[in-house]
Protein backbone atom coordinates (compact mmCIF):
# COMPACT_ATOMS: atom_id res chain seq x y z
CA UNK A 1 0.00 0.00 0.00
CA UNK A 2 2.84 2.39 0.69
CA UNK A 3 4.59 1.56 -2.83
CA UNK A 4 0.94 2.62 -4.69
CA UNK A 5 0.92 5.49 -2.25
CA UNK A 6 3.99 7.06 -3.51
CA UNK A 7 3.30 6.08 -6.75
CA UNK A 8 0.32 8.48 -7.24
CA UNK A 9 2.20 11.10 -5.49
CA UNK A 10 5.09 10.93 -7.92
CA UNK A 11 2.89 11.38 -11.01
CA UNK A 12 3.96 15.34 -10.87
CA UNK A 13 2.22 17.34 -13.37
CA UNK A 14 -0.35 14.81 -13.70
CA UNK A 15 -4.19 16.16 -14.18
CA UNK A 16 -5.24 14.94 -10.83
CA UNK A 17 -2.55 16.78 -8.82
CA UNK A 18 -3.22 20.02 -10.85
CA UNK A 19 -7.11 20.37 -10.59
CA UNK A 20 -7.29 18.71 -6.86
CA UNK A 21 -6.43 21.34 -5.15
CA UNK A 22 -6.53 24.57 -6.90
CA UNK A 23 -6.64 27.30 -4.48
CA UNK A 24 -3.33 25.85 -2.71
CA UNK A 25 -2.04 25.74 -6.33
CA UNK A 26 -2.73 29.30 -7.13
CA UNK A 27 -1.65 30.78 -3.41
CA UNK A 28 1.61 28.50 -4.02
CA UNK A 29 2.00 29.81 -7.46
CA UNK A 30 2.43 33.69 -6.28
CA UNK A 31 3.15 33.58 -2.89
CA UNK A 32 6.85 33.48 -3.46
CA UNK A 33 6.86 36.11 -6.17
CA UNK A 34 4.71 38.29 -4.92
CA UNK A 35 6.63 38.00 -1.22
CA UNK A 36 9.73 39.08 -3.36
CA UNK A 37 8.31 41.94 -4.82
CA UNK A 38 6.88 43.07 -1.51
CA UNK A 39 9.55 43.01 0.34
CA UNK A 40 11.87 44.97 -2.28
CA UNK A 41 8.89 47.50 -2.17
CA UNK A 42 8.83 47.40 2.04
CA UNK A 43 12.84 48.08 2.46
CA UNK A 44 12.94 50.53 -0.23
CA UNK A 45 10.01 52.63 1.85
CA UNK A 46 11.77 51.77 4.92
CA UNK A 47 15.11 53.01 4.41
CA UNK A 48 13.34 56.42 2.40
CA UNK A 49 14.22 55.42 -1.40
CA UNK A 50 12.52 57.04 -3.97
CA UNK A 51 10.40 53.77 -5.80
CA UNK A 52 11.18 54.99 -9.35
CA UNK A 53 11.78 53.47 -12.85
CA UNK A 54 14.83 51.22 -11.83
CA UNK A 55 12.27 49.40 -8.96
CA UNK A 56 9.72 48.82 -11.32
CA UNK A 57 12.03 47.05 -13.49
CA UNK A 58 13.59 44.85 -10.74
CA UNK A 59 10.22 44.16 -9.37
CA UNK A 60 9.02 43.00 -12.71
CA UNK A 61 12.16 40.95 -13.51
CA UNK A 62 12.32 39.37 -10.05
CA UNK A 63 8.23 38.26 -10.62
CA UNK A 64 9.21 37.07 -13.90
CA UNK A 65 12.05 34.78 -13.25
CA UNK A 66 10.33 33.25 -9.87
CA UNK A 67 6.60 32.89 -11.72
CA UNK A 68 5.13 30.59 -10.91
CA UNK A 69 6.17 29.74 -7.23
CA UNK A 70 6.23 25.78 -5.87
CA UNK A 71 5.18 25.93 -2.40
CA UNK A 72 4.10 22.89 -1.24
CA UNK A 73 1.89 23.18 1.82
CA UNK A 74 2.02 19.01 2.19
CA UNK A 75 5.46 19.08 2.52
CA UNK A 76 7.33 18.89 5.34
CA UNK A 77 9.03 21.93 7.15
CA UNK A 78 12.15 20.76 6.44
CA UNK A 79 11.90 20.09 2.78
CA UNK A 80 10.45 23.68 1.92
CA UNK A 81 13.56 25.35 4.18
CA UNK A 82 15.60 23.24 1.98
CA UNK A 83 14.32 24.33 -1.00
CA UNK A 84 13.85 28.05 -0.09
CA UNK A 85 17.08 28.65 0.86
CA UNK A 86 19.23 27.16 -1.95
CA UNK A 87 16.06 28.79 -4.42
CA UNK A 88 16.70 32.02 -2.76
CA UNK A 89 20.44 31.51 -2.84
CA UNK A 90 20.43 30.81 -6.61
CA UNK A 91 18.62 34.01 -7.29
CA UNK A 92 20.54 36.36 -5.71
CA UNK A 93 23.74 34.57 -7.69
CA UNK A 94 21.52 35.46 -10.79
CA UNK A 95 20.09 38.66 -9.71
CA UNK A 96 23.36 39.54 -8.63
CA UNK A 97 25.11 38.59 -12.15
CA UNK A 98 22.91 40.49 -13.87
CA UNK A 99 23.53 43.78 -11.99
CA UNK A 100 26.88 43.65 -11.89
CA UNK A 101 27.61 43.18 -15.84
CA UNK A 102 25.10 45.67 -16.70
CA UNK A 103 26.17 47.81 -14.04
CA UNK A 104 22.19 48.15 -12.67
CA UNK A 105 23.15 46.94 -9.68
CA UNK A 106 24.56 50.87 -8.91
CA UNK A 107 20.74 51.97 -8.90
CA UNK A 108 20.19 50.97 -5.66
CA UNK A 109 21.72 51.64 -2.45
CA UNK A 110 23.88 48.57 -0.49
CA UNK A 111 21.50 48.74 2.60
CA UNK A 112 18.09 48.57 0.57
CA UNK A 113 19.43 45.27 -1.33
CA UNK A 114 21.33 44.12 1.37
CA UNK A 115 18.29 44.07 3.91
CA UNK A 116 15.87 42.84 0.85
CA UNK A 117 18.29 39.62 0.74
CA UNK A 118 18.30 39.01 4.28
CA UNK A 119 14.43 40.16 4.80
CA UNK A 120 12.84 37.83 1.79
CA UNK A 121 12.99 34.13 3.55
CA UNK A 122 12.32 35.58 6.58
CA UNK A 123 9.23 37.15 5.76
CA UNK A 124 8.69 34.05 3.25
CA UNK A 125 8.68 31.59 6.14
CA UNK A 126 6.18 33.54 8.50
CA UNK A 127 3.77 33.80 5.34
CA UNK A 128 4.08 30.31 4.46
CA UNK A 129 3.62 28.74 7.86
CA UNK A 130 0.48 31.26 8.65
CA UNK A 131 -1.09 30.28 5.53
CA UNK A 132 -0.23 26.34 5.98
CA UNK A 133 -2.18 26.70 9.05
CA UNK A 134 -5.39 28.92 7.49
CA UNK A 135 -5.40 27.43 4.06
CA UNK A 136 -7.15 24.07 5.21
CA UNK A 137 -10.02 25.85 7.10
CA UNK A 138 -10.59 27.47 4.09
CA UNK A 139 -10.68 24.75 1.62
CA UNK A 140 -12.71 22.67 4.32
CA UNK A 141 -15.30 25.69 4.83
CA UNK A 142 -18.90 24.62 3.25
CA UNK A 143 -19.17 25.34 0.03
CA UNK A 144 -15.21 25.08 -0.71
CA UNK A 145 -15.06 21.12 -1.04
CA UNK A 146 -15.13 19.42 -3.88
CA UNK A 147 -17.40 16.51 -3.95
CA UNK A 148 -16.34 13.12 -5.62
CA UNK A 149 -16.71 9.61 -6.05
CA UNK A 150 -14.18 6.62 -6.78
CA UNK A 151 -14.97 3.91 -9.26
CA UNK A 152 -13.18 0.89 -8.41
CA UNK A 153 -13.10 -1.03 -4.74
CA UNK A 154 -9.05 -1.75 -5.25
CA UNK A 155 -5.65 -1.31 -4.32
CA UNK A 156 -5.10 2.27 -6.09
CA UNK A 157 -8.81 3.08 -5.41
CA UNK A 158 -8.44 3.10 -1.89
CA UNK A 159 -5.31 4.64 -1.82
CA UNK A 160 -6.59 7.59 -3.81
CA UNK A 161 -9.06 8.18 -1.28
CA UNK A 162 -7.06 7.93 1.63
CA UNK A 163 -4.86 10.74 -0.06
CA UNK A 164 -8.11 13.02 -0.16
CA UNK A 165 -8.93 12.10 3.15
CA UNK A 166 -5.51 12.53 4.74
CA UNK A 167 -4.74 15.72 2.77
CA UNK A 168 -7.08 18.61 3.60
CA UNK A 169 -4.76 21.31 0.58
CA UNK A 170 -6.57 18.71 -1.76
CA UNK A 171 -9.69 20.33 -1.39
CA UNK A 172 -11.95 17.29 -2.34
CA UNK A 173 -14.70 15.03 -0.13
CA UNK A 174 -15.32 11.62 -1.22
CA UNK A 175 -18.80 10.78 -0.89
CA UNK A 176 -18.34 7.13 -1.63
CA UNK A 177 -17.07 3.58 -4.15
CA UNK A 178 -19.14 2.51 -6.87
CA UNK A 179 -17.66 -1.13 -8.13
CA UNK A 180 -18.31 -3.62 -10.76
CA UNK A 181 -18.47 -6.65 -8.40
CA UNK A 182 -20.72 -7.60 -5.39
CA UNK A 183 -19.95 -6.71 -1.44
CA UNK A 184 -18.67 -10.59 -1.04
CA UNK A 185 -15.52 -9.36 -2.45
CA UNK A 186 -14.82 -5.85 -0.78
CA UNK A 187 -11.67 -5.45 0.93
CA UNK A 188 -12.23 -4.57 5.25
CA UNK A 189 -9.63 -1.04 4.82
CA UNK A 190 -12.45 1.08 2.68
CA UNK A 191 -12.39 4.50 3.85
CA UNK A 192 -15.52 5.70 2.48
CA UNK A 193 -19.17 3.88 2.07
CA UNK A 194 -19.92 1.80 -0.59
CA UNK A 195 -22.86 3.41 -2.49
CA UNK A 196 -23.61 0.74 -5.35
CA UNK A 197 -22.66 -0.88 -8.56
CA UNK A 198 -21.60 0.86 -11.94
CA UNK A 199 -25.30 0.82 -13.53
CA UNK A 200 -26.12 3.01 -10.25
CA UNK A 201 -23.70 5.83 -10.86
CA UNK A 202 -25.13 8.11 -13.38
CA UNK A 203 -28.17 8.34 -11.08
CA UNK A 204 -26.58 9.04 -7.85
CA UNK A 205 -24.12 11.67 -9.44
CA UNK A 206 -27.31 13.53 -10.91
CA UNK A 207 -29.00 13.63 -7.43
CA UNK A 208 -26.14 14.49 -5.42
CA UNK A 209 -24.15 17.06 -7.17
CA UNK A 210 -20.88 15.03 -7.60
CA UNK A 211 -18.25 17.42 -9.41
CA UNK A 212 -15.72 14.54 -10.10
CA UNK A 213 -15.75 11.12 -10.46
CA UNK A 214 -12.33 8.78 -10.64
CA UNK A 215 -11.99 5.49 -12.44
CA UNK A 216 -9.96 3.34 -10.49
CA UNK A 217 -10.82 0.32 -12.66
CA UNK A 218 -7.98 -2.03 -14.16
CA UNK A 219 -7.36 -1.52 -17.28
CA UNK A 220 -8.61 -5.13 -18.38
CA UNK A 221 -12.15 -3.63 -17.42
CA UNK A 222 -11.96 -1.27 -20.69
CA UNK A 223 -15.66 -2.53 -22.00
CA UNK A 224 -17.25 -1.51 -18.88
CA UNK A 225 -15.21 2.18 -18.80
CA UNK A 226 -16.44 2.95 -22.50
CA UNK A 227 -19.99 2.20 -21.53
CA UNK A 228 -19.50 4.00 -18.05
CA UNK A 229 -18.06 6.84 -20.17
CA UNK A 230 -21.08 6.93 -22.27
CA UNK A 231 -23.47 6.79 -19.50
CA UNK A 232 -21.77 9.72 -17.93
CA UNK A 233 -21.83 11.98 -20.36
CA UNK A 234 -25.75 13.31 -19.45
CA UNK A 235 -23.99 14.66 -16.20
CA UNK A 236 -21.68 17.73 -15.61
CA UNK A 237 -19.22 15.72 -13.18
CA UNK A 238 -15.47 15.93 -14.29
CA UNK A 239 -13.93 12.46 -15.26
CA UNK A 240 -10.62 11.62 -14.31
CA UNK A 241 -8.74 8.04 -14.95
CA UNK A 242 -6.38 6.33 -12.74
CA UNK A 243 -4.97 3.74 -14.65
CA UNK A 244 -3.56 0.86 -12.88
CA UNK A 245 -0.22 1.38 -14.08
CA UNK A 246 0.43 4.00 -11.14
CA UNK A 247 0.77 0.86 -8.76
CA UNK A 248 4.23 0.52 -9.90
CA UNK A 249 6.85 2.77 -8.97
CA UNK A 250 7.16 5.66 -11.23
CA UNK A 251 10.32 7.26 -11.90
CA UNK A 252 9.57 10.96 -13.44
CA UNK A 253 5.53 9.88 -14.31
CA UNK A 254 4.29 12.19 -16.41
CA UNK A 255 1.68 12.93 -19.21
CA UNK A 256 3.42 13.35 -22.86
CA UNK A 257 1.86 12.71 -26.41
CA UNK A 258 4.05 10.93 -28.97
CA UNK A 259 2.07 13.13 -32.48
CA UNK A 260 -1.30 13.34 -31.49
CA UNK A 261 -1.33 10.21 -29.21
CA UNK A 262 -1.29 10.53 -25.40
CA UNK A 263 1.73 8.50 -23.47
CA UNK A 264 2.04 7.87 -20.08
CA UNK A 265 5.34 8.40 -19.25
CA UNK A 266 6.37 5.40 -16.82
CA UNK A 267 10.39 5.71 -15.92
CA UNK A 268 11.98 8.74 -17.82
CA UNK A 269 15.42 10.43 -17.17
CA UNK A 270 14.81 14.22 -15.11
CA UNK A 271 16.86 15.41 -17.64
CA UNK A 272 14.57 16.08 -20.96
CA UNK A 273 14.36 18.96 -22.95
CA UNK A 274 15.07 22.43 -20.79
CA UNK A 275 16.07 20.18 -17.23
CA UNK A 276 18.75 18.89 -19.66
CA UNK A 277 19.99 22.14 -20.96
CA UNK A 278 19.64 23.72 -16.40
CA UNK A 279 21.70 20.76 -15.86
CA UNK A 280 24.82 20.50 -18.05
CA UNK A 281 25.27 23.75 -17.51
CA UNK A 282 25.53 24.28 -14.05
CA UNK A 283 27.80 21.16 -14.08
CA UNK A 284 29.69 23.07 -16.61
CA UNK A 285 30.23 26.38 -14.88
CA UNK A 286 30.26 24.94 -11.87
CA UNK A 287 33.53 22.23 -12.52
CA UNK A 288 35.40 25.14 -14.19
CA UNK A 289 35.07 27.35 -11.22
CA UNK A 290 35.96 24.62 -8.38
CA UNK A 291 39.17 22.83 -10.92
CA UNK A 292 40.15 26.95 -11.29
CA UNK A 293 39.66 27.91 -7.37
CA UNK A 294 41.71 24.11 -6.45
CA UNK A 295 44.72 24.22 -9.08
CA UNK A 296 47.34 24.93 -6.47
CA UNK A 297 45.59 21.78 -4.13
CA UNK A 298 45.75 19.82 -7.20
CA UNK A 299 49.33 20.32 -7.72
CA UNK A 300 49.83 19.12 -4.29
CA UNK A 301 47.79 16.19 -4.07
CA UNK A 302 49.63 14.78 -7.51
CA UNK A 303 53.16 15.13 -5.56
CA UNK A 304 51.69 13.50 -2.50
CA UNK A 305 50.42 10.98 -4.39
CA UNK A 306 53.34 10.69 -6.45
CA UNK A 307 55.89 10.15 -3.13
CA UNK A 308 53.12 8.04 -1.39
CA UNK A 309 53.90 4.84 -3.22
CA UNK A 310 54.59 3.60 -6.87
CA UNK A 311 52.11 3.84 -9.51
CA UNK A 312 50.22 6.20 -11.87
CA UNK A 313 48.56 9.33 -10.35
CA UNK A 314 45.68 9.14 -11.80
CA UNK A 315 43.63 5.70 -11.36
CA UNK A 316 40.97 5.05 -14.31
CA UNK A 317 38.38 2.60 -13.53
CA UNK A 318 35.83 1.45 -15.88
CA UNK A 319 32.16 2.27 -14.70
CA UNK A 320 28.83 2.90 -16.04
CA UNK A 321 27.62 6.11 -16.73
CA UNK A 322 24.56 7.26 -18.64
CA UNK A 323 22.16 4.51 -19.93
CA UNK A 324 24.63 1.52 -18.53
CA UNK A 325 27.20 3.02 -21.20
CA UNK A 326 30.86 2.31 -20.06
CA UNK A 327 32.84 5.46 -19.06
CA UNK A 328 36.60 5.67 -17.60
CA UNK A 329 36.23 7.16 -14.15
CA UNK A 330 39.22 9.22 -12.72
CA UNK A 331 40.41 9.44 -9.03
CA UNK A 332 43.75 10.19 -7.68
CA UNK A 333 45.19 6.74 -6.83
CA UNK A 334 44.72 6.04 -3.12
CA UNK A 335 45.83 2.05 -3.03
CA UNK A 336 48.77 0.13 -3.68
CA UNK A 337 47.14 -1.59 -6.79
CA UNK A 338 44.48 -0.31 -9.48
CA UNK A 339 41.93 -2.93 -9.78
CA UNK A 340 39.63 -2.81 -12.51
CA UNK A 341 38.98 -6.65 -13.47
CA UNK A 342 36.06 -8.95 -13.73
CA UNK A 343 36.12 -9.23 -9.67
CA UNK A 344 37.04 -5.89 -7.60
CA UNK A 345 37.21 -5.89 -4.16
CA UNK A 346 35.68 -2.92 -2.11
CA UNK A 347 38.12 -0.76 0.19
CA UNK A 348 37.17 -1.74 3.95
CA UNK A 349 38.04 -0.46 6.98
CA UNK A 350 41.84 -0.66 7.74
CA UNK A 351 42.44 -2.05 3.66
CA UNK A 352 46.07 -2.91 4.00
CA UNK A 353 46.21 -1.66 0.22
CA UNK A 354 45.44 1.78 1.10
CA UNK A 355 48.59 3.89 1.80
CA UNK A 356 48.50 6.62 4.60
CA UNK A 357 48.65 9.42 1.73
CA UNK A 358 45.40 8.15 0.60
CA UNK A 359 43.37 7.12 3.69
CA UNK A 360 43.64 11.04 4.43
CA UNK A 361 42.65 11.97 0.77
CA UNK A 362 39.58 9.19 0.68
CA UNK A 363 38.46 10.16 4.40
CA UNK A 364 38.25 13.98 2.91
CA UNK A 365 37.16 12.47 -0.75
CA UNK A 366 40.40 14.83 -2.57
CA UNK A 367 40.26 11.50 -4.18
CA UNK A 368 37.31 12.44 -6.28
CA UNK A 369 38.61 16.06 -7.54
CA UNK A 370 39.99 14.61 -11.03
CA UNK A 371 36.35 13.77 -11.72
CA UNK A 372 35.59 17.43 -12.46
CA UNK A 373 37.13 16.18 -15.71
CA UNK A 374 34.80 13.61 -16.34
CA UNK A 375 31.92 16.14 -15.47
CA UNK A 376 33.66 18.67 -18.00
CA UNK A 377 34.00 15.78 -20.68
CA UNK A 378 30.14 15.08 -20.38
CA UNK A 379 30.71 11.53 -18.87
CA UNK A 380 29.47 12.46 -15.58
CA UNK A 381 27.37 15.21 -13.35
CA UNK A 382 28.48 16.94 -10.08
CA UNK A 383 25.42 15.63 -8.94
CA UNK A 384 24.13 12.02 -9.13
CA UNK A 385 24.10 8.38 -8.23
CA UNK A 386 27.46 7.46 -7.34
CA UNK A 387 29.47 4.82 -9.89
CA UNK A 388 30.32 1.67 -9.09
CA UNK A 389 32.47 -0.89 -10.64
CA UNK A 390 31.54 -2.49 -13.32
CA UNK A 391 32.08 -5.53 -11.78
CA UNK A 392 29.85 -4.88 -8.26
CA UNK A 393 26.87 -3.52 -10.96
CA UNK A 394 26.83 -6.65 -12.87
CA UNK A 395 26.36 -8.48 -9.30
CA UNK A 396 23.94 -6.14 -7.49
CA UNK A 397 21.76 -5.79 -10.79
CA UNK A 398 20.97 -9.49 -10.19
CA UNK A 399 20.30 -9.10 -6.71
CA UNK A 400 18.44 -5.65 -6.47
CA UNK A 401 15.26 -4.70 -8.23
CA UNK A 402 15.40 -2.03 -10.31
CA UNK A 403 19.19 -1.19 -9.53
CA UNK A 404 19.84 -0.59 -13.10
CA UNK A 405 17.35 2.40 -13.22
CA UNK A 406 19.70 4.46 -11.12
CA UNK A 407 21.50 4.45 -14.80
CA UNK A 408 18.73 6.70 -16.51
CA UNK A 409 21.25 9.63 -15.67
CA UNK A 410 25.40 10.58 -15.50
CA UNK A 411 26.57 9.18 -12.35
CA UNK A 412 27.67 12.07 -9.80
CA UNK A 413 31.11 13.08 -7.75
CA UNK A 414 28.52 13.11 -4.97
CA UNK A 415 24.70 12.42 -4.21
CA UNK A 416 21.21 12.08 -1.89
CA UNK A 417 22.40 8.58 -0.66
CA UNK A 418 26.35 9.76 -0.25
CA UNK A 419 24.67 12.92 1.88
CA UNK A 420 22.37 10.92 3.79
CA UNK A 421 24.89 8.46 5.40
CA UNK A 422 24.73 5.99 2.62
CA UNK A 423 28.82 6.25 1.88
CA UNK A 424 31.75 3.54 2.07
CA UNK A 425 31.56 0.23 1.89
CA UNK A 426 28.04 -1.68 1.35
CA UNK A 427 29.24 -4.81 2.32
CA UNK A 428 25.95 -6.17 2.93
CA UNK A 429 22.56 -5.96 0.20
CA UNK A 430 20.58 -3.82 2.44
CA UNK A 431 23.09 -1.34 2.54
CA UNK A 432 23.21 -1.37 -1.79
CA UNK A 433 19.65 -1.41 -1.38
CA UNK A 434 19.37 1.69 0.84
CA UNK A 435 21.65 3.63 -1.10
CA UNK A 436 19.45 2.65 -4.18
CA UNK A 437 16.58 3.60 -2.76
CA UNK A 438 18.03 7.54 -2.24
CA UNK A 439 19.40 7.20 -5.63
CA UNK A 440 15.99 6.58 -7.10
CA UNK A 441 14.29 9.06 -4.66
CA UNK A 442 17.00 11.74 -6.31
CA UNK A 443 15.38 10.96 -9.96
CA UNK A 444 11.83 11.28 -8.67
CA UNK A 445 12.50 14.67 -7.21
CA UNK A 446 15.45 16.15 -8.65
CA UNK A 447 15.29 20.21 -9.12
CA UNK A 448 18.48 22.54 -9.73
CA UNK A 449 18.37 23.86 -6.09
CA UNK A 450 18.24 20.17 -4.73
CA UNK A 451 21.46 19.71 -6.93
CA UNK A 452 22.78 22.95 -4.84
CA UNK A 453 21.85 21.34 -1.54
CA UNK A 454 22.84 18.29 -1.88
CA UNK A 455 26.12 19.83 -3.03
CA UNK A 456 26.67 22.12 0.16
CA UNK A 457 25.57 19.50 2.47
CA UNK A 458 28.76 17.37 0.60
CA UNK A 459 30.68 19.81 1.98
CA UNK A 460 29.80 19.55 5.99
CA UNK A 461 29.46 15.89 5.34
CA UNK A 462 33.01 14.97 4.67
CA UNK A 463 33.79 16.88 7.62
CA UNK A 464 32.15 14.58 9.91
CA UNK A 465 31.56 11.09 8.50
CA UNK A 466 32.83 8.04 9.57
CA UNK A 467 31.97 6.09 6.89
CA UNK A 468 35.02 6.90 4.20
CA UNK A 469 37.73 4.56 4.36
Known sequence: MLQHEHSLLSLKGSQLQRTSFTLSTAVGAFLYPSTIVACLLAVAGYYGDDIGPAYVILCTLSFAVTFPGDASFHEKPRQVLRRLLTSWLLFICIMGFFGFTTAYIQYFPENVLFAWFVATPIVYGAAYATLRFVLPRVISSPGNLRTAVIVGINDIGICLAQQFQND????????????????????????????????????????????????????????????????????TASIYFVPDIFITDLIQGRFDSVGNMPVVAVCETPFTGFNGLIKRASDVVLSILILLLLFPILLLLTIGVKLSSPGPVIFKQRRYGLDGKEILVYKFRSMTV????????????????????????????????????????????????????VAH???????????????????????????????????????????IEYDLEYLRNWSLSLDLWIIAKTVLTIAKDQNAY
Open 393 to 435: NEMYRKAIKGYMIRHKVKPGITGWAQVNGCRGETETIDKMEKR
Open 168 to 235: PYLGTHVLGFFNDRGPDDFPSNIPAPVKGLLPDLPEYVKQNHVEAIYLALPMAAQPHILNLLDSLKDT
Open 338 to 389: CDDGAVVKQATKDDARITRFGAFIRKTSLDELPQFINVLQGRMSIVGPRPHA
